[in-house]
């Protein structure tokens, strides 16, 4: 009925909130409620929502490095101080930077910018480091559904579910989902799953934002993931983006590798090429791209000090091979620009 339009919980739409949690108990052994689960407007929102909960102006975040554009943007408000995830443990100072940190922000599922897989024991070792250093580990996993290449593995949160399979979940994982990338960008539908305690935290901070998400998009987002569609377009999109990575990858393989390299990423959306020459600023590079009427995104962009400019985040999703293929070669005549710029350099 007309319920549907009018402001909904802050928490979400009941419905979705319980079919979200079964999932989640479904693909981990152990129990989800309801409890466990905000829904939010995109997991944008659930970035917002985690910083202005646990972080104060001048506090830490521990963070994958090169970090997500948008989780710069959104604790841009807090101040947060950054100290670089090393996801071999043994950068000296990390533990310090563990106990230190108010949450570890990881995208393990093809990361944002890079497009990396994290190794399960990778993700294990440093669940048990979150554990130890008692501090809250935030796993953004939007791209789960984009995998090309094989299965992804369980999800940090799925390690923390099966090690402590009983009761209800109360752990340090807090983990944000969406079906922005894989479904319907525009419903603006994402999630955060975790500790009840921390839920009902996020939610007061989220009445304050927004009072509500829309109980209208929620509803067709809880459509979608129980009839067939979600099933059937999944593959579809999994087979599109494949085949625009692959076209991309061997256009640049053709045209870019002189300058750059890169590793053929196994889902996602993204390769991240980076500059044989540290004399190549992608910044720099950005502006011939304009130039020849193509883009990319400058990795100085996915450092908190801005201070990383030999690489560049390409897309491969939004555009079919014939496109990718011509904008490589844009890209290429932008590079020709660049370093026919100076002087005593062969382009």
């Given at each position: 009925g007309t319920q549907i339009l009018e402001y909904g919980p802050i928490e979400g739409l009941p419905a979705l909130r319980a079919a979200i949690a079964e999932r989640f108990t479904d693909t981990t052994g152990r129990r989800f409620g309801p409890e466990n689960v905000l829904l939010t407007t995109g997991a944008m929102q659930g970035l917002d929502l985690v910083g202005k909960a646990l972080v104060d102006p001048?506090?830490?975040?521990?963070?994958?490095?090169?970090?997500?554009?948008?989780?710069?943007?959104?604790?841009?408000?807090?101040?947060?101080?950054?100290?670089?995830?090393?996801?071999?443990?043994?950068a000296p100072g990390h533990e310090a930077a563990l106990r230190q940190a108010k949450f570890v922000y990881a995208v393990p599922n093809y990361s944002n910018p890079t497009g990396v897989l994290v190794p399960q024991d990778e993700r294990a070792a440093l669940?048990?480091?979150?554990?130890?250093?008692?501090?809250w580990l935030l796993e953004d996993d939007p791209y789960l559904p984009l995998q090309f290449?094989?299965?992804?593995?369980?999800?940090?949160?799925?390690?923390h579910a099966q090690r402590h399979p009983s009761g209800a979940y109360a752990g340090p994982v807090i983990y944000l989902g969406t079906l922005s990338k894989s479904l319907v960008p525009g419903l603006r539908v994402g999630w955060v799953v975790a500790d009840a305690s921390l839920?009902?935290?996020?939610?007061?901070a989220k009445q304050s934002t927004d009072i509500a998400s829309s109980l209208l998009t929620q509803a067709v987002a809880l459509e979608m993931i129980e009839s067939d569609f979600e099933a059937q377009h999944i593959p579809k999109i999994v087979a599109t983006y494949r085949e625009r990575r692959d076209a991309l990858c061997a256009a640049a393989a053709t045209h870019l590798s002189d300058w750059f390299e890169w590793e053929v990423p196994p889902g996602g959306m993204f390769v991240w090429m980076r500059a044989k020459d540290g004399a190549i600023?992608?910044?720099?590079?950005?502006?011939?791209?304009?130039?020849?009427?193509v883009a990319f995104v400058p990795s100085s962009v996915f450092d908190p000090s801005g201070a990383l400019k030999s690489a560049m985040r390409v897309n491969f999703t939004r555009s079919p091979p014939e496109v990718l293929v011509e904008g490589v070669r844009r890209l290429e005549r932008a590079v020709r620009r660049l370093l026919a710029e100076r002087p005593g350099r062969a382009a």
């Open positions: 001048g506090e830490m975040i521990l963070s994958q490095f090169p970090t997500y554009l948008g989780a710069l943007d959104a604790w841009r408000p807090r101040m947060p101080r950054y100290e670089r995830l090393d996801w071999s443990l043994q669940l048990d480091r979150v554990e130890a250093a008692g501090t290449d094989g299965p992804a593995g369980p999800s940090i949160l799925a390690h839920i009902a935290t996020l939610a007061l600023d992608t910044d720099a590079l950005y502006t011939h791209a304009l130039a020849e009427n």
